[in-house]
């Protein structure tokens, strides 16, 4: 599941006219670097949320055949925050599945990533950003908590159980709670990220990585 619905409000007067996923980056908007990891990973069934001028999304990816994709789109009237707009989306994904933000840039070798029997979410993590430097979650042994100093950041991308959302009702509503908790429980498991990652959450950001992109084709 790709989650695309934000509005994408530090990133305006871009996002006035354009949802965030489709900003331009070296030559294509930003989702379809994700589309064709994707689908260069062996994946084929996506599932994309929206609610910010979604209507273009689905006019420019269409039903992702061009990439040997099926995408189907999970529409919101509002946008439902992570944790209700994958909620919303339970009924048409597999399970376990994969979560990426839309609006982050990774490099990801989608083929390693696994989830332990009894994780109900395996996360990716990354060394924290200069916009994020006190980090969110402790990686020690596998495992992801909130405790201890030695934090990094959650990059956007993780592996998640139906399971997790258990008791959850339709609705607006952060995934971070339900997060808390499996931690609790010590059902969450978790890996460094390693490659280039960029949370492109600026118009600043945006820049950094399209020069970063296009560096490498010189």
Known sequence: MLLAAGRGERMRPLTDTTPKPLLQVAGKPLIVHHLEE?????FHQLVINHAWLGEQIEQTLGDGSRWNLQIHYSAEA??????????????????PFVVINGDVFAEVDFTSLSIDDNDLAHLLLVENPAHNPGGDFQLANGRVSESGDAK??????????KALFDGCRAGKFPLAPLLRKAMQ???VGGQ???GEWIDVGTPQRLQQLEQSLTSRRR
């Open 38 to 42: 994707l689908a260069a990973a062996g």
């Open 78 to 95: 509002e946008a439902l925050e992570t944790g209700g707009g994958i909620f919303r989306a339970l009924p048409l994904l597999s399970d």
């Open 152 to 161: 990094l950041t959650y990059s956007g991308i993780g592996i998640y159980r």
């Open 185 to 187: 429980q010590h059902r």
């Open 192 to 194: 460094l990220l390693g």
